[in-house]
């Protein structure tokens, strides 16, 4: 199963991630947990470029092929193959990244970037994507706070980022079935409770039709 996690800055995905694992893993299950940009060394050299705060020349374009060179690496090297070995893949974003803060948040063209998008990742899709919901100037205090690494996206305005989470609720009510909107903005155990509940349910149910 392929479980992807999206938000805006600061909206603790990767925390719940760590949490996650375990959780999963003492329920028997194999995980692999994983990262966008990044999540191999090739999209690590991809994610340095890219978030770096000096390239302040990139344009909208080339960021878009960056983060879409770097998810193709991925999906060929880690996630196809994991999934084929029947592992549970968490992904820290992917592609719908690519649309909330290219798409929505850029104002790149969207029939454009679900082309590349498909041409990235071969038309893997999740099959449930959790969207950790925050405030944007909560979360985007909460980085700047916790002492973690700016990227150049985290310099864009508080407009651009609130562009990328009304992106996200798009997408999200277009596809119900995909995604599961979590409020990141109660305490971290709570909101775990809730992806777990989620998760488990959608197990269940995969395996169930599996077995029919
Ligand atoms: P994060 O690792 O802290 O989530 O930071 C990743 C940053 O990269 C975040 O600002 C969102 C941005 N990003 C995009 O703009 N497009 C993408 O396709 C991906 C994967 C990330």
Known sequence: MFVTFEGPEGSGKSSQIA??????????????????????????????????????????????????????????????PSLAKGHIVLCDRFADSTIAYQ?????????????????????????????????????????????????????????FHQRVRDGYHTLAASDPDQWVIVNAERPLPIIQDEIRTKLMERLKETAVRLHK
């Open 103 to 159: 798409g929505y948040g850029r104002g790149l063209d969207l029939t454009q970037l679900h082309q590349v998008t498909q041409i990235a990742t071969g038309g893997l899709q999740p099959d449930i994507t959790f969207l950790l919901d925050v405030d944007v100037e909560q979360g985007l205090a909460r980085r700047t706070g916790g002492g973690l690494e700016m990227n150049r996206l985290d310099l864009e305005t508080v407009q």
């Open 19 to 80: 949490l996650l694992a375990p959780f999963l893993q003492e329920q028997g299950f194999s995980v692999i947990t994983t990262r966008e940009p990044g999540g191999t060394s090739i999209g690590d050299e991809i994610r340095a470029c890219v978030h770096n705060v000096a390239n302040t020349a990139m344009t909208p374009v080339a960021e878009m092929l960056l983060y879409s060179a770097s998810r193709a690496q991925h999906v060929g090297e880690l996630i196809r």
